[in-house]
């Protein structure tokens, strides 16, 4: 079945600098992927959609000079988080579009830190 | 507003007894449903879909849910639970159809009990 692979698993980094997460959809070609965060024992907020060689769409309130993302390939989309925070710390998720099987393919999580 | 519904925070079943985690939704045309679980630091992984025909959705792991149009129900159930079933579940709707965007529900956190 489709394959998202996210890295890293996780993340510990200094206030002040910038962590980039990939997303990579492994035996499909995904067109349209999706950042999540998720806050202990809640829900998925949805963060932005990217569509591959366009900008991403974000979610209200998500800062996009902050979480920068870059979907520059049908296979791979990246989240950056510019000069985190320790309110940044948070798990965040990947997800592509399978058009193929309709549905959508969850990456393992990211756990970032900002100590 | 289009959303999907969880009302139970946590659901506790013994082992071996059958199991209901219920999931209701608000929209205005044809939802695509989707039922996914997270193990603790994972992210998530697809159990079952409706996108349309059978109302009853057979999907991974002995898991299946019945699509409720008269109720705006999409309850996921198990005959008999695992106690490595234990793990946070989530219903989710794209009501879109077009990979607009998915709505999830808040989670429910299912413990099966030895």
């Known amino acids: 079945g489709a394959v998202v692979s996210q890295h890293p698993s996780w993340v510990i980094c200094k206030s002040g600098t910038s962590v980039k997460i990939e997303c990579r959809s492994l035996d499909f070609q995904a067109t349209t992927m999706f950042w999540y965060r998720q806050f202990p024992k809640q829900s998925l907020m949805l963060m932005a959609t990217s569509n591959e060689g366009s900008k991403a769409t974000y979610e209200q309130g998500v800062e996009k000079d902050k979480f920068l993302i870059n979907h520059a390939s049908l296979t791979l989309s990246t989240l950056t988080v510019t000069s985190a925070h320790p309110e940044d710390s948070s798990f965040y998720i990947c997800s592509a579009a399978d058009s193929a099987n309709y549905g959508y393919t969850f990456g393992s999580g990211t756990r970032l830190t900002v100590v | ?114």
């Open chain 2, 1 to 114: 507003a289009q959303s999907v519904a969880q009302p139970e925070d946590q659901v506790n079943v013994a082992e071996g007894n059958p199991l209901t985690v219920k999931c209701t939704y608000s929209v205005s045309g044809n939802p695509y449903l989707f039922w996914y679980v997270q193990y603790p630091n994972r992210g998530l992984q697809f159990l079952l879909k409706y996108i349309t025909g059978d109302n009853l959705v057979k999907g991974s792991y002995g898991f299946e849910a019945e699509f409720n149009k008269s109720q705006t129900s999409f309850h996921l159930k198990k005959p008999s639970a695992l106690v490595s079933d234990s793990a946070l579940y989530f219903c989710a709707s794209d009501f879109s159809g077009g990979y607009q965007k998915v709505t999830f529900g808040t989670g429910t956190k299912l413990q099966v009990i030895p």
